[in-house]
């Protein structure tokens, strides 16, 4: 395995919850910043949240307050707990651990995502 492993999506109604894992490579004991993206269709691929090493979080307006990322380091994996959902968060779900000047590098190739589909 060279790619994170991401799962937990599925179909869920408007205002439901889904808890999204990610597997990484290795370990994450020494990666500072791990994130969480989406790609719906024809739309450019976004950062969803993302946390450090030392747990500080953050997030996009449109998720905020609904959206929590955590990690576990001992388990190599990063979680993103989504409740409330909403049709517009329809999308493929990734993540991945951005590092450099404006964290445009990523140390792992994409993996395959899961997907996440709201219905109204």
């Known amino acids: 395995q060279v790619q994170p492993v991401e799962s937990g999506g599925g179909l869920v109604q408007a205002g439901g919850s889904l808890r999204l894992s990610c597997l990484a490579p290795?370990?994450?004991?020494?990666?500072?910043?791990m994130g969480w993206y989406r790609q719906a269709p024809g739309k450019l691929r976004e950062v969803v949240a993302s946390i450090t090493g030392t747990g500080i979080t953050s997030y996009a307006d449109s998720v905020k307050g609904r959206f929590t990322i955590s990690r576990d380091n001992a388990k190599n994996t990063v979680y993103l707990q989504m409740n409330s959902l909403k049709p517009e968060d329809t999308a493929v779900y990734y993540c991945?651990?951005?590092?450099?000047?404006?964290?445009?590098?990523?140390?792992?190739?994409w993996g395959q995502g899961t997907q996440v589909t709201v219905s109204s």
């Open positions: 290795g370990s994450i004991v020494s990666i500072n910043v």
């Open positions: 991945n651990a951005p590092w450099g000047r404006d964290y445009t590098y990523f140390s792992y190739p």
